[in-house]
T-cell receptor
Framework: AQSVTQLGSHVSVSEGALVLLRCNYS??????LFWYVQYPNQGLQLLLK??????LVKGINGFEAEFKKSETSFHLTKPSAHMSDAAEYFC???????????????FGKGTHLIIQP | DTEVTQTPKHLVMGMTNKKSLKCEQH?????MYWYKQKAKKPPELMFV???????INESVPSRFSPECPNSSLLNLHLHALQPEDSALYLC???????????????FGDGTRLSIL
C-alpha cells in the first residue's frame, strides 16, 4: 500500500522568504505523486504532479517539487512566499489496484502554511 | 472557477431525512470519486466510479448510496445519517483511462453537510 507523510502540521515563513513543505512517500512500486492546495471553504486545487520523466516538476503559482527516489521524498518549494500562499497543502499518492483502473488518492495529514507580513 | 460543480454548497438535515448530493463535470472524464473531509483532516476516499461502474467502495456504511447515471453526473444519496457524518463532501473526476491511475483528479468545492 502507498502512503505519504508530511512533516510539520504548521509551517510559518515571512513574506518573500523561501517556502519548503516536506513530503515523504512509501510505495512498493513507482509512485504517482501530487501536491494540492486547499483554501478555506474551497475544494482542492492541483499544484503539480509527478508521474514519470523529469524529476523536477514545475507547477502553478511559482511552486515546484523534486522527486528524489533515493530519499523517497517529494518536497514542495517556492522561492518567495506571498501572502496569498497562506492555505492548507496536501501531498498525495495515487495507488495501484488489482486489475488496474482508476484509484483514489491517499493524502498526507496536510501542512498549514502561514505567511508572516 | 472549478470545472467540477457540486450542489448544494451547504446542506443541513435531520437524522431521519433523505437527501442527495450532486456532482457534475463536462471535461469528458470517465472516473469520478467521492471523498469525505472532516475539519482539519485530509480527504478520505469513499467511492470510485470508473466508466459509470462502481469500482471501489471503501467500506462505507450503507446509509451512503452512490449513483452514476451517466459519465458526467455523480450523485450521493443520503439516508438516516448520524451526527458524525457531518463533514465536507468532495467530488472529483479524472480521465480514468483503463489501467492508469496517474491522471490528476479535479475537485469540486464540496458540499458542507451538517446533521442535526
Amino acid at each position: 500500500a502507498q502512503s505519504v507523510t508530511q512533516l510539520g502540521s504548521h509551517v510559518s515563513v515571512s513574506e518573500g522568504a523561501l517556502v519548503l513543505l516536506r513530503c515523504n512517500y512509501s510505495s512498493s512500486v513507482p509512485p504517482y505523486l501530487f501536491w494540492y492546495v486547499q483554501y478555506p471553504n474551497q475544494g482542492l486545487q492541483l499544484l503539480l504532479k509527478y508521474t514519470t520523466g523529469a524529476t523536477l516538476v514545475k507547477g502553478i503559482n511559482g511552486f515546484e517539487a523534486e522527486f528524489k527516489k533515493s530519499e523517497t521524498s517529494f518536497h514542495l518549494t517556492k522561492p518567495s512566499a506571498h501572502m496569498s500562499d497562506a492555505a492548507e497543502y496536501f501531498c498525495a499518492v495515487s495507488g495501484y489496484r488489482t486489475g488496474g483502473g482508476a484509484d483514489g488518492l491517499t493524502f498526507g495529514k496536510g501542512t498549514h502554511l502561514i505567511i508572516q507580513p | 472557477d472549478t470545472e467540477v460543480t457540486q450542489t448544494p454548497k451547504h446542506l443541513v438535515m435531520g437524522m431521519t431525512n433523505k437527501k442527495s448530493l450532486k456532482c457534475e463535470q463536462h471535461m469528458g472524464h470517465r472516473a469520478m470519486y467521492w471523498y469525505k473531509q472532516k475539519a482539519k483532516k485530509p480527504p478520505e476516499l469513499m467511492f470510485v466510479y470508473s466508466y459509470e461502474k462502481l469500482s471501489i467502495n471503501e467500506s462505507v456504511p450503507s446509509r451512503f448510496s452512490p449513483e452514476c447515471p451517466n459519465s458526467s453526473l455523480l450523485n450521493l444519496h443520503l439516508h438516516a445519517l448520524q451526527p458524525e457524518d457531518s463533514a465536507l463532501y468532495l467530488c472529483a473526476s479524472s480521465q480514468g483511462y483503463r489501467g492508469l491511475s496517474n491522471q490528476p483528479q479535479h475537485f469540486g468545492d464540496g458540499t458542507r453537510l451538517s446533521i442535526l
